[in-house]
């Protein structure tokens, strides 16, 4: 089984609808991560969490929130979603020394 | 922000090239990172670099962390059609909390 999961793996929706992707990971690790993938830009961090009671915003969390339901869960949001949010979303989890594991990946394509 | 530039943009080789990617910075890092990532994949972690001057080796990939902590190089040897794939730096800085800033990447085509 992988240890870092993602549901569901691709989503066709309409703007202003609102969604959420989901990311569970049997790793055991208290960091988990929220990026965005556009082609040519590589990878942007939107939210982390450190632990259950930690959220932090990333590089481009405008338009995003975030939950962290457990350790092991980390949900991100999109309220009113509109198409430049059309992207490839990735979860990644790490542990101490940062070496991130990453999930495979959501794409999302709003309309 | 933070800003990693990733060199080349794309790369198409024959098989049983060698391949050089690079990755710089105006910023210095703790800690370099060289993730590759599939088609429908997520980055897979290839080489973690801790120490100024490290080489760092997994099967034919060697990288390095630059002596001035701005940079950083990913080596290929003796590709192979498998090898294809979008390969990423990624760097940390202690100031910068500790998250991973990340390169645009450098796409590999192999050819056989």
């Known amino acids: 089984d992988a240890d870092v999961t993602q549901t569901p793996r691709n989503r066709i929706t309409k703007t202003g609808k609102r969604i959420m992707l989901e990311c569970s990971q049997t790793?055991?690790?208290?960091?988990m991560y929220w990026y965005r993938q556009d082609p040519g830009l590589g990878l942007r961090l939107i939210y982390y969490?450190?632990?259950?009671?930690?959220?932090n915003k990333g590089e481009i969390s405008d338009g995003y929130s975030v939950s962290r339901q457990a350790q092991a869960k980390f949900s991100l949001s999109l309220e009113s979603a509109i198409p430049n949010q059309t992207a490839l979303y990735f979860c990644?989890?790490?542990?101490?020394?940062?070496?991130?594991?990453f999930g495979p990946g959501t794409r999302l394509t709003v309309l | 922000g933070q800003q990693l530039n990733q060199s080349p943009q794309s790369m198409f080789i024959q098989e049983g090239e060698d391949v050089s990617m690079n990755c710089t910075s105006s910023?210095?890092?703790?800690?370099w990172l060289w993730y590759k990532q599939e088609p429908g994949e997520g980055p897979v972690l290839l080489i973690a670099?801790?120490?100024?001057?490290e080489l760092t080796s997994n099967g034919r990939l060697t990288a390095q962390f630059g002596i001035t902590r701005k940079d950083s190089f990913l080596n290929i040897s003796a590709s192979i059609p498998s090898d294809v794939g979008i390969y990423f730096c990624?760097?940390?800085?202690?100031?910068?909390?500790?998250?991973?800033?990340f390169g645009a990447g450098t796409i590999l085509r192999v050819k056989s």
């Open positions: 990644a989890t790490g542990d101490r020394v940062n070496e991130q594991f």
């Open positions: 790793k055991g690790h208290d960091r």
């Open positions: 969490s450190f632990d259950v009671k930690d959220i």
């Open positions: 910023s210095i890092f703790n800690t």
């Open positions: 670099l801790y120490k100024a001057g």
């Open positions: 990624a760097g940390q800085r202690w100031e910068y909390g500790n998250k991973l800033v």
